[in-house]
């Protein structure tokens, strides 16, 4: 048994265990699957597909890829022998030292990346991407998120937090607990061991008056909001001319979401992303009923794939990105809860991943941080109305070992042990859901599976669980390889929930998924054309799934990706016949398209009125047009291309065909549906 038919056998088992009994009419279970292949390459944000542009890669054995010109990108081998195909997008830039990073245009330069499909013998089962070099841009230092070390060398220099930004570039504490006393807040007295001089980090503070930058120049306007559109805009990272504070510690800009990036670098990375659409079915009935609202109780997607170096790539299904997901965080116990005195403190002994760990030869001997070591601090929180509390870890009082402990794994569903004292707050980790664990605290990520922990300890591998009898709950960081949790390369699966949400989920409904003007989260490019996202993902009536891969040079793989939906169905309406025509759908070879003759004149288990794929390739395109033409203005009681059932081949067929194109045949209930 290959790799391939292993996940899928774990797929059924997983929609038998998590998503539990059917038991009652009322409950349905619906489950679609997509192969990923070159063919969901994009290539810009007009939401086209190498399926609907060969030209978006070169070189590759499909019709309409044009060759790679000598002086352009060339294909390359992996190390499995395998050919991957340079990449032209719009999802990279162009940069300039000093200046700013501007997107680039189709340029045919194919200098975006690579892809090629993966198989196993004759079967296509996944496929295979790599990142072209991130490009970056100088600044002045503190405007970038990146800092530039000698060598060629940059650590991460950015973060939502400001504990985190100031124990990076101070002992001075806002949220006490290391340096500071967490009861009265006394700042640490720093001295030598014989006390001969001393520095006390009462006067380490950062400088806090931000002014705006204005066409590259600071102003004189301090920074007295967050909101997008108040002072300054969200800033994507391709200037620093605008939409940017600074004070002589450190600067800020504005993410999309209204929270605060701070920042203290010389540097800003602007990935080549190489970016991924699958569209995968809906139940025919949502879309039949547009007027009804489904709830749904349970919705689940797998992606089978190799754990990847950059723990950024993200999942982003209808294109929404979402933070509420964050799956294991740090256990704790809580004290004077309710109150203005509530302070969360840890239960485990463990370690901080940020950098503390090392000394200054960078040879690792670290102190950990132990039990009781406080993750909030509630009597040391801001007044959101205070200047300058811009963030969530000021205003809820929460430190910098919160963001940094490795007591956590991002990639873990988080359970809340039900066995400890309603104080107590011990999380319980698996990398796949198992609700015996106890209480479902939050999924995942929505990321794929990566080796690293990301966010506030970026460069840092997820470390593997003491063993049993440990004196510590952690192992101390760096990780060596065989202590290193996921291994880059390793067949994996990442399972995410996706109705995690902080606050209703857009898609407890049926109504937030097949209607994106229905779906508050993700932001449509223009309201008056509801068919792609700001992002060029195409919205449409049926599940769409985004995958951005960014930043693996070493190639990384994508398999194949499973929807597994658990919804309510009204008493008052037949869920099992969606299109109304008499034929239960699990038997109708057009589940979506009323005909109870149930015509098949190919005997290909998709009736003729849902099947313009005329060469049965599995989609219909501009080969199928052609077949169309040769075959217009024929007549007689058996026609592949007579679509309507009328013994003629014309417009009408023509317009059928017109509705499918760029689309598979379908969907039929006879058929496993694959888009």
Known sequence: ????????????????????????????????????????????????????????????????????????????????????YPIDSEFGFNVVDFLGAQEKAPDRDYAEGWAGNIFDGPDQIGVKISNAATAFYKVKPPLGTWCAGLGGTSVKCSTEHYTVLEHVLSCHETVPYFFANPLDATQAVQSFPDLSASFD?????????????????????????VTPGVQMDANDNTTVQ??????????????????????????IKRPNDVRLYARMELPAIWKARPDVAFEVTSARLVVNHWVTNNPNDQLRPEDMENEAATGRKPSYVVENGGTADEVWLSTKSCFEGDGDYLDVEGVGNPTPIGTGTYLKNNIRSMDPAAPQAFSSDLTGGLTNAW????????????????????????????????????????????????????????????????????????????PSRDFIKYQVGDPTTTVINLLDFNGPSPLLTSLGWIDPSGNGINILADPMTPGLSVNGLPLSEDFDLAVYIKGDRKPTALFDAELIIEYNCPDDIDCGDADLDGIEEALDNCSAVANPDQRDTNADGYGNVCDPDLNNDGIVNSMDLGLLKSAYFSSGPDL????????????????????????????????????
């Open 1 to 84: 048994m290959n790799f391939r038919q292993t996940t899928h056998l774990f797929a059924a088992l997983l929609a038998a265990f998590c998503l539990g009994s059917t038991a009652g009419a009322a409950t349905v279970v619906h489950s679609a699957n997509h192969t990923f292949s070159i063919n969901d390459i994009q290539g810009g944000f007009d939401g086209a597909r190498v399926l609907e542009d060969p030209t978006i890669v070169c070189g590759a054995p499909i019709a309409g890829s044009p060759a790679c010109e000598p002086d352009d990108t060339q294909p390359m081998m992996d190390s499995d022998g395998g050919l991957l």
């Open 201 to 225: 980090c009462a006067n380490a503070g950062l400088d806090d008056d931000l002014f705006i930058i204005e066409n590259g120049l600071v102003g004189t306007t301090l920074l007295t909001s």
């Open 403 to 478: 963001y940094t402990t490795i007591d956590r794994d991002p990639f873990e569903w988080s359970y809340r042990d039900p066995t400890t004292p309603d104080n107590v707050f011990n999380f319980v980790g698996s990398p796949l859901p198992d609700d015996s664990l106890g209480d479902l605290v939050s999924g995942p990520r929505w990321r794929l599976r990566a080796n690293k922990y990301g966010q506030d300890i970026p460069g840092l591998e997820i470390i593997i669980d003491p063993p049993e009898g440990s004196e510590l709950d952690c192992l101390p960081p760096p």
């Open 640 to 675: 592949d291309a007579d679509f309507n059932g009328d013994n003629a081949v014309n417009a009408a067929d023509l317009g059928i065909m017109k509705s499918y194109f760029f689309l598979p045949p379908g969907p039929s209930g006879l058929i496993e549906s694959v888009i």
């Open 242 to 267: 605008n939409d940017i504070a600074v004070s002589r510690d450190y600067s800020v800009t504005l993410k999309d979401d209204g929270k605060p990036l701070y920042r203290w670098g010389g540097l």
